[in-house]
C-alpha cells in the first residue's frame, strides 16, 4: 500500500490511514507534533485576486510601546494596518493582502496599486503573464500583449528588521500613488501594476534586530527557504513575475545601489540584465544628487570615501566595489528574483543607528527622503524603458525555453559594439567574465541507483517550490549511458526558468584563484546536498531525452506498509526515516536498530498502525521481515531522546526537521543559574560552551556526563569541549577564516556513516581533527584533492591541502559510557545541507540512551 507524501507536514489522518490497510487494527494516536517540513510549498495565500480593487479589512493589533521602530522615529508596526484600511476606504486604486505571516505571526502585507479592472480583465492579464513565460516567442511578436500587459514592478522594504526606513518611504509612496489627482497618476497605473511588500520582517522590525524572531536573516534564505519571511519571496516571485525589483534595505554610509562588482552569478543572462541593471542605477544617482537632500552623503570617487559635499555621486558597487560586494550567490531576494527575467537592485539607504532618539529620527527622515527619490526615479526608469524591459524579460524565457547557450560577453568589450543603454561597457573586464555551460538535463533516479528516495523527492519538491519544471519518468529509459527506473524524475534544461534550474542543481565553481574575498557563501548546490543522487546529462544543444515524460506538481507517493502481521523494518537513508523514526519512539512504538543503519518494528497491531501513520506523514517505505534478525544480528533498542542543545536557530531548526520536539536550549549561564540537564539524553553541541573549574554549571555537565550521557556536535566547539570534559582529545583546525564551499568526503569503510554514505558536505569553514586520542574513531575524511566549489584560497596550515585526507567526522567512546560524535562539516549551516541531517540523526541516537528492544520472534 503507498502514501502519499506530506511535504508540507501534515499527512494523512490516523484513521484514513487505518482503513487503507486491510484488516488493520485502529491507527495509534501518535504523540507529540509532526517534524518541521523539510520542504515547504507554495502558500496559497500569495494567490493574486480575480479583480481590482481587493480591499479586505486588514486585521489590527494592539499597540506596542516597546516597538523599536518608535525610538528610530519611524511607524511602528501596528500603526501599518491601520494606515492601510484607511486608504482602502477612500481610493479604488489600492488593493492589500496578507501573503504571510513571521516567524511570530504578524502579518505580512501586499500592497497593489494599478488601475482598476474588472475580472475579464485581471484574467487577461493573467494569460499575458503566463505566455511571457510559457510561450515567449508568441509574447514577443503579440502587439496587444505588448501595448496592453501592465508591467510590474516590485518594492519589497524591511527584510533585515533594524534597516527600517524602507517601510515608511514606500507608505508615503502608496498614500500619494492612491489619493494623488487621478490626472498625476493616470499614466503610471493604467500601464503597470506597482506591487509593495510592506515590512517583510515584522518581527526584526518591532524587536530592532537584524534576524527574524528565530534567529535568521532571511536575506540569505532564498534558496533554502527556512524562514516564512524568504519563503514569502519566493513564492511571490512566481506569482508576480516583475519585470523591475527594488529591495530597500540599510545603512552603508552613502546610498548605495546595485548592480554588483565581480564574481557575477554565472548563470545570469547578464548581456540582457546588467545593461539596464547599471542605467537605472546612473538615473538614481543623477535623481539624488540633483536632488540635494539636506544631510545626505554622497561619494568621492578619488578616494572612495564618503563625504557630506555633494559630489555628484552615490556608492554603485558595479562601478565602485570590484571585488567583495557580488551577485554570485543566489541567497539574497535581488540575486534569485532576477531569474524571474527582472531587473533587480539592492538599495542601502545611508545613515545608520544610533543610540540617540533625537539624532535617529533626524537620520531616518533623510532615509526615507532618500528612499523617496529612489522610488520615483526608478518607477521613472521602468515607463520610460518599459518596451525594452519587457522585451528583455521575454528574451530570458525565450532562450531558456530554445536551451541556447549562455551569450558570454568579451573581457574589455567596445561600448560601441553593443546596443543601448552602453555604459556599464566602460567598466567591463575579464574579471567580470562568468558563465555556465547548462546539460541537456538532469536526472534524478528512483528506486535502483538512488542513494535515498526520500530525499529525492524532498529535493524535487524544493526545486518545484522555486518554480523549477519537473518532468517524471513513466517508463524506464536511457540517457548518457546509464540506465533509469520509471519513475525516475527530469528536470529538462530547456525551459523558462533554466538560469534558476542551474543554479540550484549545478555543482558550482572553485572560484579561489579569481577572487580575493567573499561577501557570504561561495557554493550551495542542492544536487550535492541534499542527500539525494542526482545525474547531469549531455549538453544543452542536445536532443531531449528519449524517455516518456509527464509534468508533475509535486514528488510522487514513496510511503508503504506491508500488510499487517509482519515485522516492519525501515532503511534509515534519509531525513524523512529519521523524522519517522523520532515519532515512533515519542508514541512509544519499541524500535530496534542494526549495525547496518535499518531498524525494525514488532509485529503488532500499535507498531503495524504507527507505521501506516508515519508513511502517510513522511512517505517512508517499510519493508516485511520475519524478524528471525533480532536473534542472528546484534540490534539496540532506540530511546526516545530529550536533546539539549547550545547554538543558533539553525541547530535548533535543524533539530526540529528532524523531528526531535522535547529540546532544550542550554549555555553556560544557564548551567552556571541552575539549568539542570536530568530528563536529558545527549547534547548537541552547535556553539561553545564554556564552563570554569569549580562553576555549577560544569558540575551539571560532569553528573550528566557520569551518567553516561551522549554527545554530538561540530566544529572546533565540540572539540573543545570533549577535551575539556577529557572524553577525547583531539587537535581541531580551522580552514581559512571566510572559506566555504562544499567538498569531497569518503567514509570508512563499517563504520558509522558508512550505510548510506555521502561524499560531498558543506563547509564553513571545514574544521579537521588530527592528534586524536587513543579512543578516537575515525568515521569520515576529507579526500585527496577535496575541494568541489566554493571559495578558499591557500594558508600555510590551513589549506585544502592540509585538509585533505584529514578527519572530518569523529566518534570516540569513553569508560563511563559516554559516545562522543565530532562532525567538522558544517552540518546545520543555515538548515541548508539537508542530506546531512540523516548523519546528524545516526548520530543522536547512536550517542543517546537505549530503549526498549523488539523482542525476537
Known sequence: MSFHRATAGVGVSAVLAATLVAGAAPAAALDGTPAVPVVSPVSSLVVPPTSYPFQPVLETVPDDPTDASIHRGVIPYDEIAPMLNGLTAVSDRISVQVVGQSALGKDIHLVTLTAPETRGETTRQAKFREMIK????AAAKNQSLMKNYKVPIWFNSNIHGNEWEGTDAVLEY????????YAEVADLLEHNRLYFTITNNPDGRALGQRATADGFDANRDMVTGATSEARLIR??????????YIDLHGYTNVLQIEPCGPPHGENYEYDLFLPHAYAAALEIEEAVT??????NTYLDLETNRVTTENTGHIRIPYRDIRSGWDDWPPIFTPQYVAYQGAITNTVELPLGRTGDPELSAERSAINIEVAGVVIDSSVDYVLEHSEALLSN???IFRRGIAGEPLVEIPADV??????????????WDETDVYTAEFPRAYVIPMGDGQRSDTDAAALVDQLIANGVEVQRATKAFAAGGTDYPAGSYVVDMHQPLRGMANVLLADGSDISDRVPSMYDISAWSLALLWGADVHAVGTTGDPALPAKLTAVTEAASTGFVPAAGSYLELATSGVAEYQALTSLLESGIPVSAFADGSVILGPDAASHAAAVEVAGLYGVAFTASDGSRLGTEESTGLGELTVAYTGGGDDLLTLQKLGFDDIVAISSGALNDGLQLDDVEVLWLGGNLNLATGSDGRAEVDEFLAAGGGVVGEGTAIASFASSFGLVESTATSGRSGSNGIVSVEPTAGGLLSAYPQDTAFVYPAVWYSELGENAVVEQSY???????????DQTGRSTYDAAGQASVVSAETEAGNRVLMFGTSVTFRTHPVGMFSEIGRGLFWAGGAGAEVPAP
Open 134 to 137: 510559457q510561450n515567449p516567442k
Open 174 to 181: 502608496i498614500e500619494h500613488l492612491a489619493t494623488a489627482p
Open 235 to 244: 513564492d511571490l516571485s512566481g506569482v508576480l513575475q516583475p519585470t523591475f
Open 290 to 295: 540633483e536632488a540635494d537632500i539636506p544631510g
Open 393 to 395: 524579460q521575454i528574451e
Open 414 to 427: 567596445d561600448p560601441a559594439d553593443v546596443p543601448a543603454p552602453n555604459e556599464w561597457a566602460e567598466i
Open 783 to 793: 579526500a585527496a584533492d577535496p575541494f568541489i566549489s566554493g571559495h578558499w584560497r
